[in-house]
């Protein structure tokens, strides 16, 4: 049975979803492998949701977040049109 | 029926295949043993998912027949081995770790389990895994259908994922080696904790066909074992284009170990703020020797570090939204929610509403992440880094608390599992010494299709160092 913190946390959905998002980086990748140097530091861990309601909002705050650091990075490097998503993708 | 010693558990393909050859064991020996073993001490680490000595019996005895005529096939020839439970065997249940799937059969098997058969390994078990290998993320090492996965070297630990049951399993010596998978970390996250060899191969290198896809264009299968040198044996076997897979690259592996480059040519890229800085406290002595052992080895030692991309998001959008799509008929159904962790429910249901604006956006970086990775690759030959900065968390701990301490400002290597994974990019993990009582690790990377040199490098490593030859207590 999976255990959960019912602590109560006062914290913004941009802050829970900027603490999620470094052990969600990598779907698979658990603790202690940090994200990448341009992901916002997290700034601490918050307790978990408590209810599925709080799960998936949380969810949805990390692909919120995601889109944004995404969409960063695309002006950042500011991607030529003809540079095509890695659908054909072979190493 | 020969009495094999506890030493038998734990020898290396080419001892045990020395062993089948000169008559001191049979292939139903050996079948029989591990079966046994597998069924006994599984179930002590939630390690098991199915158990198959029957089958692997007569298997053997087909083996044994076989080498009677005189009929040899290879190192893998009779030397038994288990499979992550999300490779479908033929007739029996693949569970993909997950409640919702407790009781799925398909009627082929996958092709590696195809090609094991064929070089003529029996299969003795199916493995334990994190339920639908991880899928967008979990909070828990619970969250899997044969419950957490607990580490041999301290069963009050996490065996890592999602690959859990086969790290376990030959950390154990409860099988001589083990088929998993990543997509981004499931293979060498758990070698790391259980102080295993393993190798994820590049990709396209190994077929997927029959087994459960995670996400297209980054999942791949590769094996865990008691050294490099064995797992260039096993990926020499399972390799090898398959029409049936479309991400198959089309290429065979041949393990050369006698065409090795010289560790004088080599160039082996490094950041010194992984071993120094990155490190809990109690990995960091293992793994700055491990480095000087590293530079023992005569190649040359160049500073460098990743380029500058978002890895995390990138991989995190990819896998959010193939994942959704991959197992929308769970979703759909409402079965997602008979899942055991409650992060993955909602990580699969958030991922149906990505927008394709962002999916396309990751795909794009990612294309230019690769061609940035690549080109890093022509100035090294190898880059290595900490496989984990710390040994394995507490079984009941959640796994998405990050440590409560400043983060270094030099990111070094340290985003390489979704660097790497993102590029396709073959990785090898090495046992590399103990933090405490619990092993730690390190990761080779390469270009795409240098395995040989990785297992090179792998193999000089070992032959410097034991920590691949360590075992766990109480398992004889």
């Given at each position: 049975?999976?255990k959960q913190n019912p602590?109560p946390?006062?914290?913004?959905?941009r802050?829970?979803?900027?603490?999620?998002l470094a052990?969600?980086?990598a779907a698979?990748t658990?603790?202690s492998?940090?994200?990448?140097?341009?992901?916002?530091?997290?700034p601490?861990?918050?307790a978990?949701?408590?209810?599925?309601?709080?799960e998936?909002q949380?969810?949805?705050?990390?692909?919120?977040?995601?889109?944004?650091?995404l969409a960063?990075?695309?002006?950042?490097?500011?991607?030529?049109?003809?540079?095509e998503?890695a659908?054909?993708?072979?190493? | 029926m020969?009495?094999?010693?506890s030493?038998t558990?734990?020898?290396?393909?080419?001892?045990?295949?020395r062993?089948?050859?000169?008559?001191?064991?049979t292939a139903?020996?050996?079948?029989?043993?591990?079966g046994?073993?597998?069924?006994t001490?599984g179930?002590r680490?939630n390690?098991?998912?199915?158990?198959l000595?029957?089958r692997?019996?007569?298997?053997a005895?087909a083996?044994?027949?076989?080498?009677?005529?005189?009929?040899l096939?290879?190192p893998?020839?009779?030397v038994?081995?288990g499979?992550?439970?999300?490779?479908s065997?033929?007739?029996?249940?693949?569970t993909?770790?997950?409640?919702?799937?407790a009781s799925q059969?398909?009627d082929?098997?996958?092709?590696v389990?195809?090609k094991?058969?064929s070089?003529?390994?029996p299969l003795v078990?199916?493995l334990a895994m994190v339920e639908?290998?991880?899928?967008?993320?979990?909070?828990?090492a619970a969250?899997?259908?044969?419950?957490?996965?607990r580490?041999?070297?301290?069963r009050?630990r996490?065996?890592g994922g999602?690959?859990?049951g086969?790290?376990?399993?030959?950390?154990a010596g409860l099988v001589?080696?083990?088929?998993?998978s990543?997509?981004?970390?499931?293979?060498?996250?758990?070698?790391?904790?259980c102080g295993v060899?393993?190798?994820?191969?590049t990709y396209?290198?190994?077929?997927r066909?029959g087994?459960?896809?995670?996400?297209?264009t980054l999942?791949k299968?590769?094996?865990?074992?008691?050294?490099a040198?064995?797992c260039g044996?096993?990926?020499e076997t399972i390799a090898?284009?398959?029409?049936?897979?479309p991400g198959?690259a089309?290429?065979s592996?041949y393990y050369t170990?006698?065409?090795?480059?010289k560790?004088?040519?080599?160039?082996?890229?490094?950041?010194?703020?992984?071993?120094s800085?990155?490190?809990?406290?109690?990995a960091?002595?293992a793994?700055?020797?491990?480095?000087?052992t590293?530079?023992?080895?005569?190649?040359?030692?160049v500073e460098?570090?990743l380029?500058?991309f978002?890895?995390?998001?990138?991989i995190s959008?990819i896998?959010?939204?193939?994942?959704?799509?991959?197992f929308?008929?769970?979703i759909a159904?409402g079965?997602?929610?008979?899942?055991?962790?409650?992060?993955?429910?909602?990580g699969?249901k958030?991922?149906?509403?990505?927008?394709a604006?962002i999916?396309?956006?990751a795909?794009?970086?990612?294309?230019?992440?690769?061609e940035?990775?690549?080109?890093?690759?022509g100035?090294?030959?190898?880059?290595?880094?900490?496989?984990?900065?710390g040994p394995?968390?507490?079984?009941?701990?959640?796994?998405?608390?990050?440590?409560?301490?400043?983060?270094p400002k030099?990111?070094?290597?340290?985003p390489?599992?979704?660097?790497g994974?993102?590029?396709g990019m073959p990785?090898?993990?090495?046992?590399c010494?103990?933090?405490?009582?619990l092993?730690v690790?390190?990761?080779?990377?390469?270009?795409p299709?240098t395995?040989n040199?990785?297992l090179?490098?792998g193999?000089?490593?070992?032959?410097?160092s034991?920590?691949h030859?360590?075992?766990?207590?109480g398992?004889?």
């Open positions: 049975m999976k602590a946390v006062r914290m913004t959905r802050q829970m979803a900027g603490a999620i052990s969600a980086a698979q658990p603790p492998t940090p994200a990448a140097p341009s992901t916002p530091a997290a601490s861990t918050p978990a949701p408590s209810t599925p309601a709080g998936l949380a969810a949805r705050d990390q692909n919120q977040h995601t889109a944004e650091t960063k990075a695309m002006a950042k490097a500011q991607v030529p049109m003809e540079v998503p659908f054909h993708f072979s190493a | 020969a009495e094999l010693g030493e558990f734990f020898a290396g393909i080419a001892e045990l295949n062993m089948l050859r000169a008559k001191e064991a139903l020996d050996l079948a029989r043993a591990f046994r073993r597998l069924e001490l179930p680490y390690a098991l998912a199915l158990p000595t029957e692997a019996i007569r298997q005895k083996v044994d027949a076989e080498i009677k005529r005189g009929r096939r290879g893998l020839q009779g038994p081995y499979a992550k439970d999300l490779l065997v033929a007739g029996q249940i693949t993909w770790g997950a409640r919702p799937c059969v398909f082929y098997d996958a092709a389990i195809q094991l058969e070089a003529g390994a078990g199916k639908l290998a991880g899928g967008p993320g979990y909070r828990y969250a899997s259908l044969t419950g957490p996965g580490n041999p070297w301290d009050s996490w065996s999602s690959s859990s086969s790290a376990i399993a030959v950390a001589p080696f083990a088929i998993g990543e997509t981004s970390g499931s293979i060498l996250t758990p070698a790391a904790f060899t393993a190798l994820r191969p396209g290198l190994v077929s066909y087994a459960m896809p995670l996400s297209w999942d299968l590769g094996p865990f074992c008691h050294s040198e064995d044996l096993v990926l090898g284009g398959d029409h049936r897979d198959s089309g290429k592996f170990p006698q065409y090795a480059r560790m004088s040519e080599l160039r082996i890229g490094f950041a010194p703020a992984d071993f800085e990155w490190p809990d406290d109690a960091r002595p793994l700055q020797q491990a480095l000087e590293m530079r023992s080895l005569g190649a040359t030692m460098t570090r380029p500058d978002p890895y995390g998001p990138i959008a896998i959010s939204v193939d994942a959704a799509s991959v929308e008929p769970l159904s079965k997602v929610d008979e899942l055991a962790d409650q992060k993955q429910i909602a699969l958030a991922g149906l509403e990505i927008p604006s999916y396309l956006k795909m794009r970086v990612r294309r230019l992440a690769q940035a990775m690549h080109k890093l690759l100035d090294v030959d190898v880059l290595l880094t900490p496989g984990r900065l394995a968390p507490k079984i009941d701990e959640p796994l998405d608390v990050r440590p409560d301490r400043p983060r030099d990111a070094g290597l340290t390489l599992i979704p660097a994974n993102l590029a990785a090898l993990s090495l046992p010494g103990f933090a405490g009582n092993p690790a390190l990761q080779l990377a390469g270009a299709l395995e040199t990785l090179a490098v193999k000089e490593f070992q032959s410097r034991d920590w030859k360590r075992r766990p207590p398992v004889g």
